[in-house]
């Protein structure tokens, strides 16, 4: 039997140890390094160095780099014939901007995540109704938990890049740096690596088209300015939230006197923004669903069954969105193209898979960058952001304070172990 007196010292000084561990790893296991927001992320980081070895630009288009933000277009002669301008040019190549089918309206919000998505979020719980959201990565880093709410509500989520800007300014390895730093901040924040994307400003040509297939993604703009609901020139104060909404009834009414027999869907452009844009698809919506348009997502509207990218070589499907701590099978949580209870259970079944797979992938990626699960303890998120040359050094550091971290843990274990000795004496 050990003396009581010989082992008191180290026993508190134990304890005395372990806590400053525990409590470091809390200011530790918080930190996640991005580059600095709304700026076009350098592209000199080891990590964009990376990206940019998986994949191969060589083939692409030679255009001159536009300027602005946006850019405004050149005399039409100015403009390189090969470069499909969307913007300026109305070439849109096989960029997505209809959904396929008749009297269905693919919803859009762009510019979120901000602190009036909520109110949307909740608005169209009420109408039962699922949108597309195209993110900003800066955004996401900002809000993740109302990004993670909107796949949890069972909305698409896709990437309208990290800054904000005109694609067509940036250089290839510039938009690789945008997507990919998007890419990472969304699936951080909600577990899927978005497969859509938007280019600001619908500013797009054959080069920017090029690098964004090379990275995978399927471009959706809008179906032209019929169905822009023009809701960003109530922030420019040239227009009312009443005279936006009467224009975009109207596009609607037009839309509904067009030859039937021609008519495929459409995609409109809205943006949460600011309580007046949100107030505009308050009432262009019901007006919508009055005259029996079937509102939808853009994946949902191009009947898109897989409407993420795989991670680690799980697909993911349409199946719905699980909250944590449920599974979501009920069939409300599932658009209303699946009302046979058997083929619900088979798609829980699939999304159970999936989110177990995702969660784990997440959570291994979660784990290097430094978003430790003591995180989610505490009532606020420390960002470090840190210049590009700093970054792997950040991350290098990061991984040691884990293993710090986890021997303070098993620290803390045999020290309660110990507890229970000594109060056995
Ligand atoms: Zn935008």
Redo the contacts with the bound molecule.
């Keep these: 039997m050990a003396s009581p007196q010989a082992s008191t010292c180290p026993f508190f000084l134990r304890i005395l140890i372990y806590f400053l561990g525990a409590l470091s790893s809390f200011a530790i296991g918080v930190t996640t390094v991005y580059p600095p927001f709304n700026a076009v992320p350098p592209t000199n980081s080891s990590q964009v160095k990376a990206w940019l070895k998986e994949i191969d630009l060589s083939g692409a288009p030679i255009l001159k780099l536009n300027h602005g933000l946006p850019p405004t277009c050149p005399p039409a002669r100015r403009i390189d014939p090969k470069a499909c301008y969307w913007t300026c040019q109305s070439c849109a190549a096989d960029d997505v901007v209809i959904c396929p089918d008749r009297n269905v309206w693919g919803l859009t919000f762009?510019?979120g995540p901000t602190n009036v998505t909520s109110d949307l979020l909740d608005f169209l719980r009420q109408q039962k109704l699922k949108a597309t959201f195209?993110l900003?990565g800066s955004n996401v880093v900002q809000y993740p938990h109302i990004a993670k709410a909107e796949v949890e509500q069972g909305h698409h989520i896709a990437s309208?890049t990290w800054s904000?800007h005109a694609l067509t300014t940036l250089t290839n390895e510039e938009i690789v740096a945008e997507m990919k730093w998007t890419e990472r901040a969304i699936e951080d924040a909600t577990g899927y690596r978005v497969k859509y994307m938007?280019p600001?400003?619908g500013d797009i040509d054959s080069r920017v088209r090029f690098v964004l297939k090379k990275l995978g993604y399927v471009v959706v703009d809008w179906s032209g300015d019929t169905f822009d609901t023009q809701d960003w020139r109530i922030l420019a104060k040239q227009k009312t939230p009443s005279q936006i909404i009467a224009t975009f009834k109207q596009s609607i009414n037009t839309y509904l006197n067009n030859n039937v027999a021609h008519r495929k869907g459409f995609i409109s452009l809205d943006?949460d923004l600011t309580a007046h844009t949100i107030e505009v698809a308050k009432s262009v919506i019901p007006y919508g669903r009055a005259h029996n348009l079937t509102i939808q997502s853009v994946a949902k509207c191009l009947h898109d069954a897989m409407p993420y990218a795989a991670i680690n070589g799980v697909s993911v499907d349409d199946s719905p969105h699980p909250a944590p701590g449920s599974l979501g099978l009920n069939a409300g949580a599932r658009s209303n193209t699946c009302t046979n209870s058997s083929r619900n259970w088979v798609a829980a079944d699939k999304a159970v898979a999936h989110m177990a797979a995702v969660s784990s992938a997440s959570a291994l990626r979660s784990h290097v960058q430094g978003q430790h699960f003591l995180g989610a303890l505490l009532p606020w998120r420390w960002r470090l952001s840190v210049e590009d040359g700093d970054m792997q050094l950040a991350r290098n550091i990061l991984r040691w304070l884990m293993v710090l971290e986890a021997v303070a843990w098993w620290g803390v274990v045999l020290g309660m172990y110990f507890v229970a000795n000594m109060a056995s004496f």
């Design positions: 762009d510019d195209f900003i309208h904000h938007r600001p400003y943006h």
